[in-house]
């Protein structure tokens, strides 16, 4: 291997380890975030959502070969504006794709961090906006997909949480379902 080719492969290395340090900054930001006490949601939307949100998106992309670093990314940010203060979640979508923009800071480059950006916009169910990108796709079918994998979560939101009482939270909850089982569908 001539001297160039051995720092070809060095660069590369490096660079797949700086992103992979990256993710592991974020997941440790976003699980601290979670751990707070200002977090409206306790603890368990890291554990019971964010986590399975990352799990299922990671899954899919690997199933569509779509890109695992951005859905990753992507999937680890798309709720925590609403993490870090609930009086942001009407506008979750926006304001965790602005608070995206940090990652330039650690040298991630801006057109990744502009794909990233796209998929927390475009993730929720309630808001319809076209998604662009395999990974805008994949990352708001994760998100539904989480709730079909953590009922128990969404019961805890609407009766500790919210204080609904039963027939308020069976009806919250089954819209909260439908509306994830139409995005999931894409319909
Ligand atoms: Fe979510």
């Avoid at 608070?99 to 480059?109: T, V």
């Avoid at 395999?134 to 079918?141: D, F, G, L, P, R």
């Amino acid at each position: 291997m001539s001297s160039k080719s051995s720092i070809q492969v060095k660069l590369v290395l490096d660079e797949e380890m700086r992103n992979e340090e990256i993710i592991n900054e974020i997941r440790k930001i976003v699980e601290n975030a979670c751990k707070k006490e200002t977090n409206y949601f306790g603890y368990g939307i890291w554990t019971h959502h964010i986590t399975s949100v990352v799990k299922w998106a990671k899954t899919l992309a690997r199933k569509s070969n779509a890109d695992e670093e951005i859905v990753e990314i992507a999937a680890l940010l798309h709720d925590y504006a609403s993490i870090v203060n609930i009086n942001n979640y009407s506008g979750h979508h926006t304001c965790g794709a602005e608070l995206a923009e940090e990652i330039k800071k650690h040298g991630y480059p801006q057109d990744k961090i502009e794909k990233i950006k796209h998929c927390i916009v475009t993730h929720r169910s309630s808001i319809d906006l076209p998604r662009k990108t395999i990974e805008a796709k994949i990352v708001a079918s994760a998100d539904a997909m989480s709730f079909f994998d953590n009922i128990h979560s969404l019961l805890y939101l609407a009766y500790i949480r919210h204080k609904m009482n039963v027939d308020e939270g069976a009806k919250w909850v089954l819209n909260k379902l439908e509306k994830a089982g139409k995005n999931h569908t894409g319909s």
